[in-house]
């Protein structure tokens, strides 16, 4: 095999779900190695659900990125979600039975995380603006509605039922983590499997000739939306059972960038026909691994950020530079 072959097929591989893998392998045997704290099983435990809220709403970030997209409000619709939630179960009177006002209150968070993925769905889909402007908006509408809704304070988890779940561990793995490994492989499957899942990766490709071969574009891109805010609302009433709490401020800042981030480490391509949720999950693992060894590293946190965004950079460059290798 010659030298060119080798690099592309390197290159190949790096852009992959396969790459990201084996960037999160060498990622751990440098952090195990240089930190006696990060390789405590607690803490592996740590890193992994603390990477779980944000890493389901990055499994949505996926479909919408597939197909052509992207979506700059999920960490303010993951807010407005776990405010709505949270405002519904403290409305209801206290004679109810606990089961009955945690399903209504989780009802509340998921009809308002479903209500914000559609009407990113519906302005891209059928009001034909460009995502970033969209999502753009809807980022503001949701965080100043969160904030609004809770008196910009942060509102308890009066159910006891919250606290329950969202902190529960079945087989000693906590419950965020079991919803994220479940997620990924679910929705993999109907990524690769399913008309839904072929039909977002064909409209990504090329959006032209999806429409050419019979596929409706708009739907495509709806529904994907859809489903992402709908991650939102599981994923924030999960964190709200966690911390019992939910802050109408803090809650989900910057899940955008994170979930962004680790879908183009997970080897999508970001103009979309291409991508993983296996891919998506070892980018979420690789970037809470990163912030856990920075923090154990004593990295000042005005700093992390900078590491954070130098790996996307790097991510992006290995994708066009796999790609020109690949057309050459």
Not at 159 to 172: E, T, Y
Not at 301 to 319: D, N, P, R, T, Y
Request: proline share 4%; aromatic share 6%; charged share 10%.
């Amino acid at each position: 095999m010659d030298e060119t072959n080798l690099r592309a097929r390197t290159l190949r591989l790096l852009r992959s779900a396969g790459g990201a893998w084996l960037a999160l392998a060498l990622l751990l045997a440098v952090c195990a190695l240089t930190s006696a704290p990060f390789r405590n099983p607690q803490n592996l435990l740590n890193i992994v659900r603390q990477s779980s809220y944000g890493g389901i709403v990055a499994l949505g970030m996926t479909f919408v990125i597939v197909s052509g997209g992207i979506d700059l409000s999920v960490g303010s619709l993951f807010a407005l979600s776990g405010v709505c939630a949270l405002l519904a179960g403290a409305a209801l009177p206290a004679s109810w039975p606990p089961a009955l006002s945690f399903a209504v209150a989780c009802a509340a968070g998921l009809a308002a995380g479903l209500a914000g993925g559609a009407l990113n769905g519906a302005l891209v889909a059928a009001g034909g603006l460009p995502p970033f402007i969209a999502t753009l908006g809807t980022y503001s509408i949701f965080r100043s509605l969160s904030l609004y809704l809770a008196d910009s304070g942060t509102l308890p988890a009066t159910n006891p039922l919250f606290g329950r779940i969202g902190g529960g561990a079945p087989l000693g793995i906590p419950a965020p983590v079991l919803a994220l490994l479940a997620l990924t492989a679910l929705l993999d499957v109907a990524l690769a499997l399913t008309p839904f899942g072929r039909h977002a990766l064909a409209t990504g490709a090329s959006e032209r000739v999806a429409r050419f071969s019979g596929i409706r574009v708009g739907r495509v891109r709806f529904l994907g939306y859809l489903l992402t805010g709908g991650l939102c609302a599981l994923s924030a009433l999960l964190f709200a059972g966690r911390l019992e709490s939910i802050s109408s401020s803090n809650a989900g800042l910057l899940y955008e960038l994170d979930a962004i981030a680790a879908v183009i480490i997970g080897g999508a391509a970001m103009s979309g026909g291409r991508g993983t949720l296996r891919g998506t999950l070892a980018g979420v693992l690789v970037l809470g691994v990163v912030t856990n060894i920075l923090d154990l590293w004593g990295v000042n946190v005005s700093l992390q950020g900078c590491v954070k965004g130098a790996v996307i950079v790097i991510s992006v460059l290995v994708q066009r530079n796999a790609r020109d290798a690949r057309a050459g």
